[in-house]
């Protein structure tokens, strides 16, 4: 429990230094930001969902109908035609639906449902078709330091901070003390539960750096999503494809001999076989494991921060059925509970996409021919694992 | 599916991407490598630790079994030693024992040659005395008996009468 008390007190003093130091983005808007009704929380989920160019920890609407919003904006950096274009995500006044548009560099933006887009020459005004995407404009190639780069930051910082403060630890001693020796042992955790009995005691310590840093990387960033800071940097897809594409990178470079021919030329099936078993090994290894990577930790980790939202939400959705004090109630306790199992799945995300990725390594640099079989049991038992939490 | 891909942002892929290897570069040189070796380092002295000990556990058994065979050996040699004691002072005071009767008896027999012999003297000189006196007596009686005639005759028939008789 240690450990998760010092990163909740971490994070809440990160975000309190942040706080303090924040610009205090306060600016006018209908009172439109409440969120009330089915369909607006529904909105508002989604819009929490997708990363965001501005950080904001809280908004609320003043006295005078005004929408304020507490936290700070980010830079915006997009690729536009003209070249790179920066401006600071302010401008856009926390406007989500086009109607606010920037001019920078002689070019015009609008930024509809977190996308920017590059409007055409002279646009002063976004045309929206029916699916609310921008007719006279194109998205640009967003560079921005979002609220999920912030995040990756922080806990590339934090890892950072902390491993190379243990590192620093073992020069003066055997033992490491006061946090280290938190960490210290889930550092062996990593080494001797996942990379060692999958990748095997003879390749294992070659990708030891890499499961340690996706592990703590991931986890960390599982933790982060939960906190009010409301990342939710795992949950967005761009980065578990990161993820899954290094561990594709990795597996397949680091594929011997046996690996290749196991999946071109399948030893013991009859020839005409072969060809056809090659199709599918290649799509195995080259589409559905990074897929299954990617898919399955974006999954959870949204479907938890839906659900975890949905639940809050029960205090304003349920609140004529059940009074304030009932819908209340309600939605704190199921959003406690969902909390904890959320806490759990968080590790054990974390814990799979290390699995499988030293699952997937081992297989590639294994020696012998059992390694099928091995795959598809381990492979169930993960998803049976999974499927019980999930 | 459509969303899925219309979420996927190209930028935030292509920054996470350039993150991690950063990342992961990172944390290896500083962070993963010096961890590492530690631990390895650090479970090897352990174990070097731990054979040593049992190494000079299994040693001290050795010097252990060692002491106790010297021991062992000590206690038998300190029996032997112990009864070839006894025996010898066994055999001691049975052979003074046997001088010593030897010794006794020989004294005893001298003093009783001793004994004999001066017993004997003793006799001699007695018969001597006895002789003597007996002469005496009978030169006495003879004188008295010489001084009457009749007698002298009366005793010479009867010393010739057990003359004859002999």
Redesign the interface.
């Given at each position: 429990m240690g450990i998760f008390q010092y990163r909740f007190r971490f994070l809440f003093l990160v975000s309190f230094l942040l706080c303090g130091s924040a610009l205090f983005a306060q600016d006018a808007e209908q009172a439109e930001g409440i969120v009330d009704t089915k369909k607006e929380v529904d909105d508002y989920i989604q819009h929490h969902i997708q990363d965001s160019h501005d950080f904001t920890i809280f908004s609320y609407s003043n006295d005078a109908g005004e929408r304020k919003h507490f936290g700070f904006p980010l830079p915006v950096i997009v690729w536009t035609s003209e070249g790179l274009v920066t401006f600071m995500s302010s401008q856009f006044d926390h406007n989500d639906n086009g109607e606010v548009i920037v001019e920078e560099e002689g070019l015009s933006f609008a930024k509809i449902h977190g996308s920017i887009y590059e409007l055409e020459g002279g646009a002063t005004a976004v045309n929206l078709d029916e699916e609310q995407h921008a007719t006279n404009g194109d998205k640009v190639i967003d560079f921005s330091i979002t609220k999920s780069v912030v995040g990756i930051l922080l806990i590339g910082l934090l890892m950072f901070v902390w491993f190379f403060g243990l590192a620093r630890q073992y020069k003066n001693k055997k033992i490491p003390t006061g946090f280290g020796r938190v960490l210290e042992p889930l550092v062996l955790y990593v080494r001797d539960e996942l990379a060692r009995p999958n990748i095997g005691e003879k390749h294992y310590r070659k990708f030891t750096g890499y499961l340690l840093t996706v592990f703590f990387f991931i986890w960390l960033l599982n933790m982060a999503g939960l906190t009010p800071l409301g990342f939710n940097v795992t949950g967005q897809i761009a980065v578990t494809a990161a993820l899954a594409i290094f561990t594709l990178i990795i597996y397949t470079i680091s594929g011997n001999r046996d690996y290749w021919m196991h999946i071109l030329w399948m030893p013991g099936v009859p020839i005409l076989i072969r060809p056809i078993l090659a199709i599918i090994e290649l799509v195995g290894a080259f589409i559905i494991k990074p897929f299954s990577l990617m898919v399955r930790l974006f999954a959870n980790i949204t479907a938890g921060h839906i659900v975890m939202m949905s639940l809050i939400a029960i205090m304003f959705v349920l609140r004529a059925e059940l009074g304030v004090v009932g819908s209340s109630v309600l939605s704190v306790a199921l959003s406690l509970l969902l909390f904890f199992i959320e806490l759990l799945v968080a590790f054990l995300q974390a814990y799979i996409f290390t699995m499988l990725s030293a699952l997937f390594i081992g297989m590639a640099v294994a020696e012998h021919d059992h390694d099928h079989d091995k795959k598809g049991h381990d492979g169930s038992d993960v998803e049976d694992v999974r499927g019980d939490f999930i | 599916m459509g969303d899925?891909?219309n979420?996927?942002?190209?930028?935030?892929?292509?920054?996470?991407?350039v993150?991690?290897i950063?990342?992961?570069l990172?944390?290896?040189k500083?962070?993963?490598?010096?961890?590492?070796n530690?631990?390895t380092e650090?479970e090897e002295?352990i174990q070097g630790a731990l054979d040593a000990a049992d190494k000079a556990r299994r040693e001290m058994e050795n010097l252990q079994a060692d002491n106790q065979r010297l021991l062992q050996e000590a206690r038998l040699e300190r029996d032997t030693m112990f009864k070839e004691a006894r025996e010898i002072k066994a055999k001691m005071i049975e052979d003074a024992k046997g001088e010593a009767q030897e010794q006794a008896n020989s004294m005893i027999k001298q003093a009783q040659e001793a004994i004999e012999s001066e017993k004997r003297n003793a006799m001699a000189e007695l018969k001597n005395q006895v002789a003597v006196l007996s002469v005496d007596i009978a030169e006495k009686v003879i004188r008295e008996e010489l001084s009457n005639k009749s007698k002298q005759l009366e005793l010479v028939d009867k010393m010739l009468g057990e003359a004859r008789l002999n």
């Open positions: - | 899925l891909f979420d996927f942002s190209i930028g935030l892929f292509a920054i996470q991407t993150l991690l950063v990342l992961i990172l944390m290896a500083f962070a993963w490598k010096p961890i590492m530690s631990l650090r002295g």
